[in-house]
């Protein structure tokens, strides 16, 4: 009968919507939101063909193009499914799981990583000098590492600094520190498409949204028009940030 519904369709249900809005969300972000509403009006469509009218002819051409589809959709959008999947496997549940299992799961909490970051930031924020910086976390940077000049030295204040020195030839670009060291300088980020961003912010900031869309990163950001501090974190801008906000988040 219609009406016998198991908890089972319910959940069934429930994940389909979970689902859909996910991708709704993804497609919002990557200024996609027309594909998106054009694939599920395909697919409702296709459903209204098959299974309530169940014409059988215009029912398995609908089922070829559904099957050519999922392939053009997934060459298509294979960095928003990879990011998908990274978020997933990212999550602070399946986190928990890994560091049990890790021999790396203990965090150190020394100041002399990060106080030396807060400091340049500060003193460049004074002078007003652009910055763009980005701390590996779980993920691996290693693949926007390699477009940029190799440095692996030990984090302090005055490399920074003069990393990001007007006339310095390594102060285009974003600077990595990986495993707690300053790893490169000088690396091509990929830019955020989120039409959501506010026009008044440049590239660095759309660079450090877009890092931190597809990674777990950490992007500092210090303005070179009002020497105000950002940061971005899971897509997500704070701007305008203290030397007391930005060493609480880095402490974390």
């Not at 689902?19 to 509403?37: A, C, D, P, Q, T």
């Not at 890994?98 to 924020?125: R, T, W």
């Not at 900031?205 to 303005?223: C, F, N, P, Q, Y």
Request: hydrophobic share 50%.
């Amino acid at each position: 009968m219609f009406f016998d519904v198991s908890v089972k369709d319910i959940v069934d249900v429930l994940l389909v919507a979970a689902l859909l809005y996910y991708f709704y969300r993804l497609m919002k972000e990557s200024g996609s939101l027309n594909i998106f509403s054009g694939i599920l009006v395909f697919v409702l469509l296709w459903v209204f063909v098959s299974r309530v009218l169940e014409m059988k002819l215009l029912g398995s051409i609908f089922d070829q193009m559904m099957s050519v589809g999922v392939l053009a959709f997934i060459v298509i959008f294979q960095d928003e499914i990879r990011r998908f999947f990274k978020t997933l496997g990212s999550h602070r549940h399946f986190k928990r799981v890994a560091e049990f299992f890790s021999k790396n799961g203990d965090v150190d909490d020394n100041q002399s990583d990060y106080l030396p970051i807060v400091m340049a930031c500060m003193s460049m924020s004074q002078q007003k000098v652009g910055a763009l910086i980005v701390i590996e976390r779980n993920e691996s940077l290693l693949e926007y590492a390699q477009t940029g000049e190799r440095i692996d030295a030990e984090i302090s204040q005055r490399l920074i600094e003069t990393i990001f020195f007007k006339n310095a030839p390594l102060h285009d670009g974003a600077m990595l520190i990986q495993n707690g060291r300053i790893s490169s300088a000088a690396c091509i980020l990929p830019v955020s498409h989120d039409l959501n961003i506010p026009k008044k912010l440049g590239l660095r900031h759309r660079s450090a949204k877009g890092v931190s869309e597809l990674t777990d990163a950490i992007a500092i950001v210090v303005s070179e028009e009002t020497g105000s501090i950002s940061v971005a974190i899971g897509g997500k801008i704070r701007m305008g940030l203290t030397a007391q906000q930005l060493e609480g988040i880095l402490a974390k």
